[in-house]
């Protein structure tokens, strides 16, 4: 089967097996039941759905993320949920999709009708304008409650810095006026969380059913706003930035939060903290969960597939402006616009930064690590459009130019991002001289001068032999000259018989 059809075959069999991927749900109890029953419930109850998908896990089409099979991190989820009023789901603005788990949401409506999912989309300075729009008007059409925040940019305006976007336009110089593609500052995402929790409080109160939480609902006077999401997108960050100092600790490996943890913002207002939780879906590959930051990158074991997800996802011109490298062409007989392939991105890389490993090859495993971590750091900028966008509505063709600090190794001067043209003679050549990724060779060979020897290596001059014994040619007709000795004749006298 080619890529395409086995692409098409997987996906016809996630659309048949999409009910079953479900987040393991808490047992009916109550405050009567006793500990070792309690426990024993919700073993037998997480042991079912293990099993129910340890069925998918066999069929070869399918390709599952690594989700949480710890039950102790599960129970934390399932205490954050029914203790919170407004369930925040952090997700990561360059592919929204990827981190959003539907079932959470309605596992929460489950346990409370009137309990709403805010979807906060952070790192949302790594998108355009555009493509904010864009997926503003998807969100709406799905009925979707969703923000646009970054955490790191709210941490650098606490600390009195101020950062540059990665994408710049004309029409994004300013702050955007409209409130769907607005990204919240620090104060009007911790007042639109309060209004959004009140509101769901103020409709359990109305409707007369009881809630989730202990007490009496017209006596709550504090509302719960709990934070769930994949690892690395950016929840402990966003817990810090909301409280105003460092209250979770935050690395780029993911699952770095183990507990739950209370916090209080105000009398009003209470934020609670999830571990990070890798749900159940379906993935395209292992190498995809490596890029997306979900499974870690020291663990990363064939780092050739992982760095092509990159060149995939990442324009040829891009990179090559932000390593300020110049990738090997396309071949005469290859589509001029393909990927630049994993090889050539990673041995571009490890000579224009000078990586050799022990052998005297390329060290492709370090290129690649810091090449994806560029990637999920947001150094290589890449974003996913909405689903049922066509390519010509592509904003990356845009007049956008991409602004990046260069770091240490990198070159003042860009490289200019040559134009598209059909290949004639002369491209022929120069593709045919062109960089030797396997010799790691020069186009041109700059002549080498042996340098002079010291004196004590410096050898004595020769006397010239004596050469005048040899017989000349006098007519100079080119052939060589034999001296001949002839032995005198036999001229004694002869014995008789």
Not at 28 to 52: H, I, K, T, Y
Not at 247 to 261: D, N
Not at 399 to 425: C, F, Q, R, T, Y
């Amino acid at each position: 089967m080619t890529p395409e059809e086995r692409r098409e075959q997987q996906k016809k069999e996630e659309i048949m097996h999409a009910s079953s991927l479900q987040v393991p749900r808490r047992p009916p109890w109550n405050a009567g039941m006793s500990v070792e029953e309690l426990d024993d419930n919700e073993r037998q109850s997480f042991l079912m759905w293990r099993r129910s998908l340890a069925r998918l896990e066999e069929n070869e089409n399918l390709v599952l993320t690594p989700f949480e099979k710890n039950l102790d991190i599960w129970r934390q989820l399932w205490r954050v949920v029914e203790r919170s009023d407004l369930l925040v789901m952090v997700v990561d603005a360059r592919d929204p999709l990827f981190y959003r788990c539907p079932d959470l949401e309605a596992y929460a409506r489950e346990i409370d009708e009137h309990k709403r999912t805010l979807l906060l989309i952070n790192k949302a300075d790594l998108l355009p304008e555009s493509v904010r729009k864009k997926w503003a008007e998807y969100f709406h059409l799905q009925n979707i409650l969703f923000l646009f925040w970054s955490a790191k940019a709210a941490s650098a305006s606490l600390e009195g810095k101020k950062l540059i976007a990665p994408w710049k336009t004309q029409n994004n110089l300013q702050d955007s006026d409209d409130p769907d593609i607005k990204i919240f500052g620090r104060d009007e995402l911790l007042a639109r969380l309060q209004f959004e929790a009140e509101k769901v409080v103020k409709r359990r109160k109305e409707s007369g059913s009881s809630s989730s939480r202990s007490g009496n609902v017209a006596d709550i006077q504090n509302v719960i706003v709990g934070f769930v999401g994949y690892p690395n997108v950016g929840k402990s960050s966003t817990i810090n930035a909301l409280v105003g100092q460092k209250r979770t600790g935050v690395t780029s490996t993911p699952g770095k939060t183990k507990h739950f943890q209370t916090l209080i913002i105000s009398d009003k207002l209470t934020l609670c903290d999830c571990p990070g939780l890798v749900f159940p879906s379906f993935s395209s590959s292992r190498f995809e969960m490596i890029a997306s930051g979900v499974l870690p990158i020291d663990r990363m074991t064939e780092h050739r597939e992982a760095v092509q997800v990159v060149a995939n996802q990442v324009p040829r011109h891009v990179i090559e402006d932000i390593y300020n490298i110049k990738l090997p062409k396309p071949k005469p007989y290859e589509p001029q616009s393909r990927p630049p392939l994993a090889v050539e991105l990673l041995r571009t890389y490890c000579a224009s930064r000078g990586y050799v490993a022990s052998s005297g090859l390329p060290d492709e495993t370090r290129a690649a690590r810091q090449i994806l971590k560029d990637y999920i750091d947001g150094k290589l900028p890449h974003f996913q459009m909405p689903p049922g966008m066509s390519d010509a509505e592509d904003p990356t063709d845009n007049n956008l130019l991409v602004m990046h600090e260069s770091d240490s190794s990198d070159v003042e001067d860009p490289p200019d991002v040559e134009g598209k043209s059909a290949p004639n003679i002369e491209h022929v050549l120069d593709d045919l001289n062109s960089f030797d990724m396997d010799n790691v060779l020069a186009s041109k060979k700059s002549t080498v001068t042996k340098p002079k020897a010291s004196h004590k290596h410096h050898k004595k001059p020769q006397r010239k032999k004596d050469r005048s014994w040899r017989v000349g040619n006098d007519d100079g007709d080119g052939m060589p000259v034999i001296r001949v000795f002839q032995k005198p004749p036999n001229v004694g006298p002869l014995k008789a018989t």
